[in-house]
């Protein structure tokens, strides 16, 4: 049974600092790109990082880049997303998602919410 948990979420300060960690198993995590999407409350899913199987490549939206890292360890079939500087708008729920081809599989989210 393929899973893909996240966990880390919670409450933050502006200017404050959250890790995520999104934890795989039921597939073979080392041969999939895994990516971080968030959601704001009326608002679509955007795409917010990415990182390959490898972990050789990164990507980042421009509103996080700077700011946001990811990474992954293979070994222990998880992907992380640390987040620095937090700001109001990076509010959400945070999914991760692992992709091969035609192959996609999505965690239930964490919410994350930055207040002042």
């Known amino acids: 049974q393929v899973q893909l948990v996240e966990s880390g979420g919670g409450l933050v300060q502006p200017g404050g600092s959250l890790r995520l960690s999104c934890t795989a198993s039921?597939?073979?995590?080392?041969?999939?790109?895994m990516r971080w999407f968030r959601q704001a409350p009326g608002k679509e899913r955007q795409w917010v990082a990415g990182?390959?199987?490898?972990?050789?490549?990164?990507s980042y939206a421009d509103s996080v880049k700077g700011r946001f890292t990811i990474s992954r360890d293979n070994a222990k079939t998880t992907a992380y997303l640390q987040m620095n500087s937090l700001k109001p708008e990076d509010a959400g729920v945070y999914y991760c998602?692992?992709?091969?081809?035609?192959?996609?599989?999505w965690g239930q989210g964490t919410q994350v919410t930055v207040f002042s």
């Open positions: 990182i390959g199987s490898a972990a050789s490549e990164t």
């Open positions: 998602n692992a992709i091969r081809g035609s192959y996609t599989y």
């Open positions: 039921g597939f073979t995590f080392s041969t999939y790109a």
